[in-house]
């Protein structure tokens, strides 16, 4: 069992916006503003979308966003296309065990 | 621009130890700008974090597989390596190298921002 909680499944058809929710503690996602995501398409290794909860790397396109609200961190992704089709996987800081953990994972299907 | 490559066998027998190693090219893990970790996924799974190593040798590992985990770093040859002993066919994953958090001056900064293209090791006879 991952140790934050993510919605196995979410859709959106081509151009509306989609949420998924990432819920962890008070020792991680609550804890600390280094909440990370991450999108992978079938075959390929994990890209870093968000960190640091709102912040984008360059070349991440402005169509995805993040946030936090107490423990449950969410991923926007807003006028979808068939690209954004993949698995999205959260991830967060754990204190002071400098222990990594991430979401079991959301595969979001465009319509 | 920064590259990982991940190397090692694709087949390990039960109860041996598989053994990783990844290139970093692009980037000095001896700069000690970056620490360096590696990444599990089980096939058709989510993503586990295995371990990390800074340029020093300093390590942390997974509580859940720190009783049979080794990251080792070699900065002569810009590579860091993983070990895990024992395994069984609960490790056939997946296995990626990762540039993991830094620090800036002013405060740490966690997150996996350059990976490996991963490999998969099957653990069987």
């Known amino acids: 069992q991952s140790a934050l909680t993510q919605p196995p499944s979410a859709s959106g058809s081509p151009g509306q916006s989609v949420t998924i929710s990432c819920t962890g503690t008070?020792?991680?996602?609550?804890?600390?503003?280094?909440v990370s995501w991450y999108q992978q398409h079938p075959g390929k290794a994990p890209k870093l979308m968000i960190y640091?909860?709102?912040k984008r790397p360059s070349g991440v396109p402005d169509r995805f966003s993040g946030s936090k609200s107490g423990n449950t961190a969410s991923l926007t992704v807003s006028g979808l296309q068939a690209e954004d089709e993949a698995d999205y996987y959260c991830?967060?800081?754990?204190?002071?065990?400098?222990?990594?953990?991430f979401g079991g994972g959301t595969k979001l299907t465009v319509l | 621009q920064v590259q990982l490559q991940e190397s090692g066998p694709g087949l390990v027998k039960p109860s041996q130890t598989l053994s990783l190693t990844c290139t970093v090219s692009?980037?000095?893990?001896?700069?000690?700008?970056?620490?360096w970790s590696w990444i599990r996924q089980h096939p058709g799974k989510g993503l586990e974090w295995i371990g990390y190593?800074?340029?020093?040798?300093?390590?942390y590992y997974n509580p859940s597989l720190k009783s049979r985990v080794t990251i080792s770093v070699d900065t002569s040859k810009n590579q860091f390596s993983l070990k895990l002993s024992s395994v069984t066919a609960a490790d056939t994953a997946v296995y990626y190298c990762?540039?993991?958090?830094?620090?800036?001056?002013?405060?740490?900064?966690?997150?996996?921002?350059?990976w490996g293209h991963g490999t998969l090791v099957t653990v069987s006879t």
């Open positions: 991830g967060s800081y754990a204190g002071s065990n400098n222990f990594r953990v």
């Open positions: 190593i800074y340029y020093s040798g300093t390590t």
């Open positions: 640091e909860v709102t």
């Open positions: 990762a540039r993991d958090c830094h620090y800036d001056g002013r405060a740490y900064h966690y997150y996996f921002d350059y």
């Open positions: 692009g980037g000095s893990i001896s700069s000690g700008a970056y620490y």
């Open positions: 008070s020792s991680d996602v609550g804890g600390y503003n280094y």
